[in-house]
């Protein structure tokens, strides 16, 4: 009985727990100036049970990641996972709307929403300009704004 009390303790505990990689930086990033606004982006991904789609998504997250770097003024990146979970979030920032919007308008990107979304029970979205001395945003701050202002897609 009392290994299933703190198995149940465990699993209760850590079922918010997540990982997070490094925000990283653009190499070829626009230099900031004193006034800079950019644009940040967290999305939010719940994705199914389904190990075969699962896979599908991860294997579109890499593939738009590396396409990342060749959006002219795309800044920098970061990802993060539930661990005993099912959801995933990613968060880009962008020197400016039309940047931003080109990206989500490229092959790479609209090839991943085709064919990894049916594999989601649901995402959402919020976008977010901030000064470009914020950057990198805080994890924290980013999930704030998504529950307040996020929009589900």
């Given at each position: 009985m009392m290994k299933l009390l703190v198995s149940a303790a465990l699993a209760i505990g850590v079922s918010g727990c997540a990982i997070a990689t490094p925000f990283?930086?653009?190499?070829?990033?626009?230099?900031?100036?004193?006034s800079s606004r950019v644009v940040v982006v967290i999305t939010e991904a719940q994705l199914g049970d389904d190990s075969v789609q699962r896979r599908i998504f991860?294997?579109?997250v890499t593939?738009?990641?590396?396409?990342?770097?060749?959006?002219?003024?795309?800044?920098g990146f970061a990802k993060r996972l539930e661990l005993f979970g099912d959801r995933a979030w990613t968060m880009t920032a962008w020197a400016d709307t039309e940047s931003l919007d080109a990206f989500v308008r490229s092959d790479a990107h609209q090839t991943a929403i085709a064919e990894a979304y049916g594999g989601l029970k649901g995402a959402r979205f919020a976008r977010v300009e901030m000064a470009r001395s914020e950057l990198p945003p805080d994890w924290s701050r980013m999930l704030e704004l998504l529950d307040e202002t996020g929009r589900s897609y």
């Amino acid at each position: 009985m009392m290994k299933l009390l703190v198995s149940a303790a465990l699993a209760i505990g850590v079922s918010g727990c997540a990982i997070a990689t490094p925000f990283e930086f653009a190499e070829d990033a626009p230099a900031p100036t004193s006034s800079s606004r950019v644009v940040v982006v967290i999305t939010e991904a719940q994705l199914g049970d389904d190990s075969v789609q699962r896979r599908i998504f991860w294997r579109h997250v890499t593939h738009v990641e590396a396409s990342l770097k060749s959006n002219a003024r795309f800044l920098g990146f970061a990802k993060r996972l539930e661990l005993f979970g099912d959801r995933a979030w990613t968060m880009t920032a962008w020197a400016d709307t039309e940047s931003l919007d080109a990206f989500v308008r490229s092959d790479a990107h609209q090839t991943a929403i085709a064919e990894a979304y049916g594999g989601l029970k649901g995402a959402r979205f919020a976008r977010v300009e901030m000064a470009r001395s914020e950057l990198p945003p805080d994890w924290s701050r980013m999930l704030e704004l998504l529950d307040e202002t996020g929009r589900s897609y």
